[in-house]
């Protein structure tokens, strides 16, 4: 075990495999007995022994490739940081590994292969195609969904405070906005989704500018308890103005979105009988998961864009430094406008996509808490990293929905365990870890827009914590 | 009269940052193809003049006249795209932007078109910064810092470039070169160079003319040689200050 870190991959990968069995075999001594065989009562109070292959497989299965893994990638990884940072030379604009290179596209395809790859693992689970679509549902719409629309939240947020620098705690008003324009019009006019969506953009954005007016002159601090307000503002009058919004009632029964007029109703003319499938909500949700993914992707792919235009620069560069910006003949309040308006475009559109799925919205749904989380998932990401809000995104959100799930800790903590009750618990303290161990989120580095001959990540050693 | 013919010309302006006045009645003109230095202690006012220029604080009273054009009352950017570059007090690169890019934000009013050309004109006066072209500005040296904000200013195709301190905290070495492509590219190019400076004795050897300001009040102007040559500036700002 003691043994010199060798540099050769092909042993390494041996050594690796070698280790990963044992670590297997071991499992399977010590957990057949403990978890493979289990005695219960039966009605007649007799002991039956159950045999739980499944879970023991499990076991095994963990503990033999976690010991690989760990010999093969963490430990070597590990060696070579520690390398590297004793060498602590060329610490700037290090290569990136294959890995990370080809991360964003693997992610990409299985976030489209996502759903069907759900339902054909439950379905082979449960043995049949219409198990295997009902025990989707969870995944796809708990899961899939629930997350994506952090992450296009997250990612339009990023537009604010990752580009432009500016500090936006309001920024669940657009969400809001977008959600009730959809609700509201949808509801009184009977427009259609594909027509709402763009509008409910549009509105988010001009109440975008409408906040960027009076805080164009604020930054930082101040510039936060400007949004925090507007955040508030947008919300009690939600509450208040009932002959509208109808209060705390919220509004129900808001029309659900359609696949091009196709819609998602079991009977004659719905999408499964067009199609001749099986009735299920299925259909639905994973449609919609499609839907948030593209939009989620729409927000990536105009951020990515736009930060090669003219407009993209110059909100980094007034993240950077607003006097210098102005002496290069930068617009600033144009510039702040855009960063607002842009970032609340993408608000809206989650929003208004929200309301579709849901059929309901209140304004419980877009408190400061909110806001607070999609603020905190973009800093634990890395301001202005795609990629690394994502992850966070898929951490924070996916985690919460994760603490839903965990009944084992009943049997430790006792029957009076709801582990609901500790989530924002969790959430704080995983926050705080991070925090520690990556002060500049999970991606802390900024990727050169313009570049001479080859792309290099600018290390994270040398950028700054957000100053907006 | 030498306004006719001054590019810029500052005329009895009076700046304030709230109720304190900070530059009273300050007139100072450069002429097209000259280098013009302001010289003073610290606290003097001026970067304030500098930024007076740009309307970031804006003058109260007085005009200042760009080529024939009022520009006192124009906002920062509308100034800029007058073809007034500068290079601020405290250099004001952007730090977490590599140098290219830093190089990028200075074109900004061009759409890249003379992107290349004009980059391999900053790369001929600089070379150092070719070197380090990936580099990110806020991990240059402090002269490098200084070269890129001045090729970042030149970047916008400037007829009247501000130098606000270029020497500041630079070793003796670096100052001297960057002064000398300062002179080279005014003698090339005819650029026209206001420059703000602490170091007297380098700026009245490498301007024209100069002018001396203290507590917001310019007290001495004239021909370089003279100032150099003039005993109250040497006691105050050349004796014992002298590299």
Redesign the interface.
Known sequence: MADVQTSNPESNFAKAVKEGLVAAALALGLFLLIVGFRTDQNIRNELVLNQRWGLLAIFVLVAGFGRFFLTAYVTPWNAARAASKRAAVAK??KEQSAFRKSFPRIGLALLFVYPFLVIAILAAYNGSLMGGLQGSLKYVDNFGIQILIYVMLAWGLNIVIGLAGLLDLGYVAFYAVGAYSYALLSSHFGLSFWLLLPMAGIFAALWGIVLGFPVLRLRGDYLAIVTLAFGEIIRLVLINWTVVTKGTFGISGIAKATLFGIPFTPGPGGFANLLGLPNSGVYYKVFLYYLILLLALLTAWVTIRLRRM?IG??W??LR??E??????????TTTKLTAFATGAMFGGFAGSFFAARQGFVSPESFVFLESAIILAIVVLGGMGSLVGIAIAAAVMIGGTELLRELEFLKHIFGNDFTPELYRMLLFGLAMIVVMVWKPRGFVGN?E?????HKR?L?SSE???EGHG | MAQNKALLSIENVETYYGNIRALSGVTVHADAGEIVTLIGANGAGKSTLMMTI?G?PRARTGRIIFDGKDITQL????I??LRI??S?EGR???????V??NL???A??D?LEYFDEDVRKVFDLFPRLKER????G??LSGGEQQMLAIG?ALM?RPRLLLLDEPSLGLAPLIIKHIFEAIKELNKTTGLTVFLVEQNAFGALKLADRGYVMVNGIVTMSGASKDLLANPEVRAAYLEGGRH
């Not at chain 1, 006097?323 to 600033?332: D, F, H, K, Q, V």
């Not at chain 1, 050169?448 to 001479?452: G, K, R, V």
């Not at chain 2, 906002?75 to 509308?78: G, K, V």
């Open positions: 700037e604009a003219p620069r110059a980094e560069a950077e430094d006097i210098a910006c102005r002496s290069l003949g930068i617009n600033t900024r050169p827009s313009a570049f001479l290099k600018i040398f950028t700054k | 740009f970031m906002p920062a950017h509308e800029a795209r570059a500068q601020p004001r690169i952007f730090p977490r932007m590599t290219q890019e990028q934000m200075g900004s009013l759409k072209i990936n580099q990110r806020g991990t970042r916008a």
